[in-house]
């Protein structure tokens, strides 16, 4: 079973509206917290580092 995670910063309750992300087979899974069941985009652990550093600048 897939565990998937979001932010602790996130909010709660239907009006939170975030990415989660879980570890899949040595990539990162990203999804839509409000459409569990819809669209995964899957990439690379190099490239989510970088997505996320690019996000902290």
């Known amino acids: 079973m897939t565990t998937w995670r979001k932010s602790s910063r996130s909010g709660t309750g239907q009006e939170s509206a975030c990415v989660e992300v879980a570890n899949l087979s040595g990539n990162v899974g990203m999804r839509d917290s409000k459409d569990p069941d819809g669209p995964k ?6 490239s989510f580092r970088a997505f996320v550093a690019e996000l902290k600048r």
């Open 41 to 46: 985009l899957l990439v690379s652990r190099d």
